[in-house]
Structures are given as C-alpha cells and as structure tokens.
Antibody, heavy 115, light 107 residues
Framework: QVQLVQSGAEVRKPGASVKVSCKASGYTFTSYYLHWVRQAPGQGLEWMGIINPSGGTTTYAQKFQGRVTMTRDTSTSTVYMELSSLRSEDTAVYYC????????WGQGTMVTVSS | EILLTQSPATLSLSPGERATLSCRASQSVTSYLFWYQQKPGQAPRLLIYDTSHRATGIPARFSGSGSGTDFTLTISSLEPEDFAVYYCQQRSNWRGTFGPGTKVDIK
C-alpha cells in the first residue's frame, strides 16, 4: 500500500523546536521528491520546502530559511522536518506530500505552540 | 518568489452549473501548475498537474488550461461532492507556492 505515515501530534512552548517525521512505504523512496506543506487553522496551504530523498538536497521557502531543516534517512525511508524558534503562528497541521502526478499525502501532524 | 492569486475567493453555484476558477501568477510559470481540491478535515487531493493533465481517477468534468501567468480550472457540471476549496500551486526553480484558494459552495 502506497502511503506516507507521519508522526503524532505535538505541543511545544514558544521558542522550542519540533521535529516531524514522514515514513514512506509501498513505492521506491528515492523516486519522488517530498515536500512539506502546512495549514494553520481555518487558513490556506503554505509550501515550506522540498527534499530530494536520493541526495538529501533541500530548497526552503524564503519565509522559513534559517528556521527549518529537512533531512532524510534512506535506511528507514523517512524524511524529517524540524522547525525551530516556534511561535504561536506556527500552530498548524503539517503535511508531507509528493506534490507530483504520483500524488501521495501524509495524514498530517498537528503542531500546537502555546505557553 | 512567484505569488499566486485566485479569484473569486468564493463561488456560489448550484449542482449542475459550470464553475470557472482563475489562478494568476506574479510572473510567468512553467507548465508546473497544479490544482488541488480540499474538503474539511481531509488532506488535499490532486486534480490537475502540468496545467491540463487530469490526475489518476479524476472525472472528466474537471479540466485545466492556461499558460504564462493565467490559468483556469473548469468544472463542467458541478456534482454535490465538488463543493470544496480549490488551490492552485506552482513550482519554479524548486520553490513552490500555493494560491489562497477558492471556496465553491452551494448556492
């Protein structure tokens, strides 16, 4: 079964960091780039960045440069997205997705930033 | 960074009517223009990729067109399950952006 399975919900205090995982299965992990997209409550979709699972190269949205790090572990077919210096505006559902004709989305991970 | 605007913000139509959704880019986009549908509580679903190609399993009533900076998603005859939010998305130079979305609701 082709799927992306993400880690569970997280609660963090302002200033902390969070690391969300996204495990791929059912297809060749290195064949498709993976993107991270977030959606704040009641808001639209926001593109955060992309990682090449094969070489590990990344490109981030300017808005998140310096605060986001995307990595991958080919041995477990997993990509990670770490966001630091969290603030309340980072409260959102975070998705990993292929954003390709081969369309797969993770189930989403709710990250809540609250003091 | 390429910005996308979508119009209208809300489209109120009845089942059976034709829906025309617009997506405009701040500068010319390659063919990597995508359309997604999102329903409440669900992840988005790909409808159209590369401007005009329907994704697997997407009904023929959905079509995409456009080039340069102006793109259109057309739903030829709305079915009850089509009432949702629609986003366009582009990728250029490995950077992607989404439009703010168009909500298609029942009139």
């Amino acid at each position: 079964q082709v799927q992306l399975v993400q880690s569970g919900a997280e609660v963090r205090k302002p200033g902390a960091s969070v690391k969300v995982s996204c495990k791929a299965s059912g297809y060749t992990f290195t064949s498709y780039y993976l993107h991270w997209v977030r959606q704040a409550p009641g808001q639209g979709l926001e593109w955060m960045g992309i990682i090449n699972p094969s070489g590990g190269t990344t490109t981030y949205a300017q808005k998140f440069q310096g605060r986001v790090t995307m990595t991958r572990d080919t041995s477990t077919s997993t990509v990670y997205m770490e966001l630091s210096s969290l603030r309340s505006e980072d409260t959102a559902v975070y998705y990993c997705a292929t954003l390709d004709a081969f369309d797969i989305w993770g189930q989403g991970t709710m990250v809540t930033v609250s003091s | 960074e390429i910005l996308l605007t979508q119009s209208p913000a809300t489209l109120s139509l009845s089942p059976g009517e034709r829906a025309t959704l617009s997506c405009r880019a701040s500068q010319s986009v390659t063919s990597y223009l995508f359309w997604y549908q999102q329903k409440p509580g669900q992840a988005p679903r790909l409808l159209i990729y590369d401007t005009s190609h329907r994704a697997t399993g997407i009904p023929a009533r959905f079509s995409g067109s456009g080039s340069g900076t102006d793109f259109t998603l057309t739903i030829s005859s709305l079915e009850p399950e089509d009432f949702a939010v629609y986003y366009c998305q582009q990728r250029s130079n490995w950077r992607g952006t989404f439009g703010p979305g168009t909500k298609v609701d029942i009139k």
